[in-house]
Structures are given as C-alpha cells and as structure tokens.
C-alpha cells in the first residue's frame, strides 16, 4: 500500500480500509512517506498484532513490486507507481486522490482491466459526483468497507485471476518494447 510521498487521503477511510485487510487475512506492507500521513497508535498496535501487516516510513516500492509474493498493490495511481506496477505485472486497487490519477484510475480498470477502483474512497466535492458509469460514490468509511469487501471477494476470483492475466500481460509488451526492434529501439526513432 502507498499513496506516494506526498499527499495523505482521509485518515478515517485509510484506516477503515485497513481494518477490512487485517479481517481478511491479507498480508501487507503500507509505506506511509507522506508528510501529511497521520498513524494513530491504535491503528499502528493494530497492523502490528495482526501479524500480517507492517507499517513503514518508506519501502522499495519496485523490489516489493518485483517479489513474487506482491500480489496487489493498493496505490493512489500516480505515473510512476501506476507504470513501475504494470511493468512489475501487478495488478492494483486504485485509490486516486487528484491530478492524472483518477485518468490512471480509469485506465487501469476500464481500458486495461488491470486492476479495480475504489470509488468509495473519493473524496470532495469532484471526488463524490456521480460518475459517467452510473455509480455514485458516498465516501463513507462503511461504504468503503463494504466496497473493500466485495472487491477482495473478486480479486480472489475468476474476475481477479483475468485482472492479473491482463498486468502480466502488459508487463510482457512493456518489457518486449526496449529489445532489439522494440518498438522503444532507439535506432529505430532515429531513422
């Protein structure tokens, strides 16, 4: 989980987001680099006794994209964590908060089918409107929960198994572009 090193989303949905994760038994690592990020103790003895969680100031974001443990990466969509995770071929769960990250958002799981948003983690006054595909974000913590809930249950599926297909999928043409001939080949812009 990192919703990069700047901004922070709302502390109440975070942490009811990460309660559902510890009741489901999903094992994870949540860097919290932001300046903003606010860790309260009980939140923090929580991942800790969950046994399943760690909580860190900053992680090796493309090493634990790279492991073969990583199985979904929860991130705020912005470029360079939305790339590195697709050429890592891991899927994610999209929480955007501002900027290209809700058009990253919608391109990982519209276009690509890549990964899920969580749309109940919007937030503001353009975060909540109702959105072109008929769903209307409330931005509770327990619509938030509910929505977590039934997301991991299809990430467990066969809708997550074609999701993580499709990311490893990308990662094969984002890898098979810089060989030789690569759509990326340098020799071949130049000509």
């Known amino acids: 989980i990192s919703f990069g090193s700047i901004f922070w989303p709302d502390s109440a949905l975070i942490w009811g ?10 094992p994870f690592i949540f860097a919290c680099a932001s300046p903003m990020a606010v860790i309260p103790d009980e939140s923090a003895k929580k991942i800790q006794e969950s046994g399943i969680g760690l909580l860190s100031k900053w992680a090796p974001q493309q090493l634990i994209l790279d492991h073969k443990a990583t199985g979904w990466f929860v991130t705020h969509c912005g470029q360079n964590s939305f790339i590195e995770s697709l050429a890592a071929g891991v899927p994610m769960f999209a929480w955007p908060l501002f900027a290209d ?6 391109i990982l799981s519209l276009r690509l089918n890549a990964g899920y948003q969580l749309t109940e983690a919007r937030t503001g006054e ?40 499709n990311a490893r999928n990308i990662q094969v043409q984002l890898r098979s572009a810089w060989n030789d001939d690569g759509e990326a080949e340098l020799k071949r812009l130049l000509k």
């Open 101 to 106: 990250q809700p058009f990253n958002a919608a």
């Open 17 to 26: 987001f990460v309660d559902v994760i510890i009741e489901q038994r999903v």
């Open 126 to 165: 353009a975060g909540l409107k109702a959105l072109k595909r008929g769903v209307q974000p409330t931005g509770t913590v327990e619509a938030l929960q509910r929505e977590t809930r039934e997301i991991l249950e299809k990430a467990h599926g066969a809708d997550g198994k074609l999701k993580r297909q």
